[in-house]
Every structure is written in structure tokens, then in C-alpha cells.
């Protein structure tokens, strides 16, 4: 019973954001304080993937596709985002582990600032480009011309996308991983509110159709950013703004977009391995595609809260390097691996069995039925090279070194995914099972590989 009660403590003090100095506490403890509102935020984030799906999934087979087709051209923002985060994250959580504070807030300020200048940028290319960008992914006509305004809302605010990924990242490197799990909470929660109401209408009010999940999105992912930005000027955290923080300071700024590179460069060859999947399973149908998007957000679902628990190392990583305790960090991550291989390892097994069911909750086309199904009970049998795979390179990052895990994204998914993939599924004749293949054979060697170079521990050695 006591067991329990200090379980039950601890998950509350994660929960609250108790400030702790996770140089110094127990490593599992501090994995734990940091993990439990990571993977709930991933949570939220997964849980509004498979909602937003399923109220989509109304409004027929052509939506789903033209929402995997927009995701496909989104995972660019995402890479921007995902590269400018783990720079924040780095950074910040190595001034934190140094006891330099002020030196974190600064670096948030200047995060701040190249989001902004980011997102605007993006936002020109989505307001005008939206067709021929649906049209380049393989859309027909009646997607385009169906899809576009839902195209154009969401690559033209994608401003409430990037800057949510970019002060999550301050959050979690400060360890204040409560602070972004709240962020998501509102953001994501509200969006869950909005999305029938927005896509099928209430009593009198028809709905905007599909459209209507992109204001959803915005609306409920603006209101999240708000949130942060409060916390950041007006909150008491350990990390703080203001507005003489928002100076352009060249050197930071360099250094940020120095790291950014390669979180963006892994992500960016990742997302585009993503779109050239989505354009060879366009090969087989709108239905396939529709099933495959269906089946990739159920994915998504435990996908996003096994990247709680490798962020979790990341910040835990830049700490204690920050810290001078590199030994310390190298523990943080094998033990964090070895929980995402439980969690991963027992989700496998319910999606393999339970595919066609689970998949039977968002379709009821036959056809999308069975594609979804495939495609979940395939990918299932990877989870457990995911989760290794993806808290390595959390780690990698965290220390500030995104080159290593740049080169191994560029040859697992450009070098064997891809050209494996295309080979199978369409040189071959395996269909929609060889994209399928390719993606489970690329991801169990990027994941030994990555722990042949972790072990390697040349990481511990990445000056930030």
C-alpha cells in the first residue's frame, strides 16, 4: 500500500510541474516526473489525431485522402518545427543543467523569434499555393477542388502549429514538461470540442465540412499558443521572457539554427520519405490511401506517447551533460528505452490482433476497412525497433548532436525505405504490403544502428 501511495505521489508531482533538479534526484524518479506529462501530452496530441479522423472519415473516402495528402506536405512545417525545438530543448535544457536561468530565457526569447519569421514565410506558400501543391501529391481533380480551402487553412496558419512545437520544446528543456503537457491539454481539447461541430454541424448550423477541421485546428491550437505565451512573460517558471529578450542576439540565433539544422534535416528526410509513400500508395486507389491514413493516425495514437518517453531522455541527457554528469545520462536513456520497449512491445500485440476492429471504428467501407487493417497489423510488428530506435535519437539530440541522427535518417529512410518500398509495391507487384515492408525493414536497422553509435558515447562529448 505504501508502494502506491508514492507511486500516486510522484505521478501527482509530475502532473503539478514540481520543479525538481533532475541532475540530482533519482534517475528514475526524474525519468518518471519528466515521462509521465511528456506521454500524456503526446497523448492529447494522438488522441485528437484519431478523433479528428474519425469525423472526417464522414464525409467519405475522398476527405481521408486529402487529409493524408495535406499531413504529407504539413510534416515540412513539422520538420521546421521538430529542428527548432530540439535546438530549444538543447539548449535550454544545458543552461538549465549549468544553473544559468537567464541564459535559458534568452535563448526562449530568440525561439520565439524564429518561429514567428518561419511561420510567415510557410503561411505565403499554403495561402497561394494550395492547389498545385494537392495536385503535385498525386490529387484528382474533385480532391482539389474539395480540398483546397482545407489545404490553404492549414499550411496558412500553420504559425499555431510550429510556435505550440517550439515552446513546448523551451518547456521541456527547462523540465517543466507540465507546462507543455497543459499547452496541449487546452489546445488539443478544444479542437476536440470544435471538430464535429466545425466539420457536421449542430442542430440548425450545417458545419463547414471539411474545412471545418482546419478552423478547428487553428482555433484550438491559437488558444493553446496564447496559454504559452502567458506563462512565458507573466508565469513564475524557472524560464522566463521579456520583451528585451525578443532582441535579435545574432550569436544565439546562429547557434539555434546551427542545431536546428540537423533536427530538421532528420525530420525533413523523414517527412520526406513520408510524402513519396503517400504518393506510391496513390498508385492503388483513393481507397487504399484512405486506409492507409486511417490506419497511420491509429498508429500515431501510441506512436506520439512513446515520443513522450524519448523526450523525456533528451531533456534528461541535456541536463546532466550540462550538469558534468555524463554517465548519469547514459543511464537515463537505456532505461528509458527499456520502458518504451514494454509500452510499444504490449501495444503491438493488441493492434496485430485487434486490427480490423479498431480500424472498423473509423470505416465502414470495405475497402478502406481491409487497407486500414493491413496497414495497422504490418506496422505493429516494428513497434518494438521504434521504440529503441526513437529514444536513441532523442538522445542524440538532446546532447545537441542532430548530425548523427540526420545521417541515419538520411540512409534508413532515402537509402533502403524509399527504393525498397517502390521496389515491392510497385516493380514487384506486392502492392500496398511492400510500402509496408520497406517501412519495417528501414526501421529496424535505423534502430541497431543507432544504439551501435550511441554506444560508441562520442555524443557525451557535444559542446552547446
Not at 523569434?113 to 474533385?142: C, N, V
Not at 465540412?209 to 513564475?236: H, K, M
Amino acid at each position: 500500500m505504501s508502494r502506491t501511495r508514492e507511486i500516486l505521489a510522484v505521478i501527482g508531482d509530475a502532473l503539478k510541474g514540481k520543479e525538481e533538479d533532475y541532475t540530482r534526484v533519482g534517475v528514475k524518479r526524474a525519468i518518471f516526473l519528466l515521462a509521465v506529462p511528456m506521454v500524456i501530452e503526446m497523448f492529447m496530441e494522438s488522441l485528437f489525431a484519431v478523433v479528428d479522423v474519425f469525423f472526417v472519415a464522414k464525409l467519405g473516402s475522398n476527405a481521408i485522402a486529402t487529409v493524408g495528402l495535406t499531413e504529407s506536405v504539413l510534416t515540412v512545417v513539422y520538420s521546421l518545427g521538430f529542428g527548432v525545438s530540439m535546438a530549444a530543448t538543447a539548449m535550454v535544457s544545458r543552461r538549465i543543467g549549468e544553473k544559468k536561468p537567464e541564459a535559458a530565457s534568452n535563448v526562449a526569447g530568440q525561439t520565439l523569434i524564429i518561429g514567428l519569421i518561419l511561420s510567415f514565410l510557410i503561411s505565403l506558400i499554403g495561402i497561394f499555393f494550395s492547389e498545385e501543391l494537392l495536385g503535385m501529391l498525386g490529387a484528382d481533380e474533385e480532391m482539389v477542388r474539395t480540398g483546397s480551402s482545407f489545404t490553404r487553412w492549414m499550411i496558412g496558419g500553420n504559425f499555431t502549429i510550429l510556435l505550440l512545437f517550439l515552446l513546448n520544446g523551451v518547456f521541456r528543456g527547462a523540465g517543466n514538461a507540465s507546462l507543455a503537457m497543459k499547452a496541449l491539454w487546452i489546445s488539443n481539447g478544444l479542437n476536440i470540442i470544435l471538430d464535429p461541430i466545425f466539420i457536421l454541424g449542430i442542430g440548425s448550423f450545417e458545419g463547414f465540412g471539411l474545412v471545418g477541421a482546419a478552423y478547428a485546428t487553428n482555433l484550438g491550437r491559437g488558444i493553446g499558443v496564447l496559454f504559452q505565451l502567458y506563462v512565458l512573460f507573466r508565469g513564475s517558471g524557472i524560464v522566463r521572457v521579456r520583451l528585451d529578450k525578443l532582441r535579435p542576439d545574432k550569436a544565439i540565433i546562429n547557434r539555434l539554427i546551427e542545431i536546428s539544422l540537423g533536427g530538421t534535416g532528420q525530420f525533413i528526410i523523414s517527412s520526406a520519405s513520408w510524402i513519396f509513400l503517400m504518393k506510391f500508395m496513390s498508385n492503388f486507389g483513393a481507397k487504399a490511401l484512405a486506409g492507409y491514413t486511417v490506419g497511420i493516425r491509429v498508429l500515431i495514437f501510441t506512436i506520439l506517447p512513446a515520443w513522450g518517453m524519448a523526450n523525456a531522455a533528451a531533456t534528461l541527457v541535456g541536463q546532466n551533460l550540462g550538469a558534468k554528469h555524463p554517465k548519469r545520462a547514459e543511464i537515463s536513456v537505456w532505461l528509458t528505452a527499456q520502458y518504451n520497449m514494454l509500452f510499444l512491445g504490449f501495444v503491438s500485440v493488441i493492434y496485430f490482433f485487434m486490427a480490423r476492429n479498431i480500424i472498423g471504428i473509423f470505416a465502414d467501407d470495405a475497402e478502406v476497412l481491409f487497407h486500414g487493417a493491413e496497414c495497422l497489423r504490418f506496422l505493429s510488428l516494428g513497434y518494438i525497433f521504434f521504440a529503441y530506435g526513437m529514444v536513441m535519437m532523442q538522445a542524440f539530440n538532446g546532447a545537441g548532436d542532430t548530425r548523427t541522427p540526420t545521417i541515419l535518417n538520411f540512409i534508413a529512410f532515402w537509402m533502403i525505405q524509399i527504393p525498397l518500398s517502390y521496389l515491392l509495391a510497385i516493380t514487384f507487384g506486392v502492392g500496398p504490403k511492400g510500402i509496408y515492408l520497406g517501412i519495417i525493414i528501414s526501421e529496424a536497422l535505423l534502430a541497431v544502428a543507432a544504439i551501435t553509435v550511441f554506444r560508441r558515447g562520442q555524443w557525451k562529448l557535444k559542446e552547446v
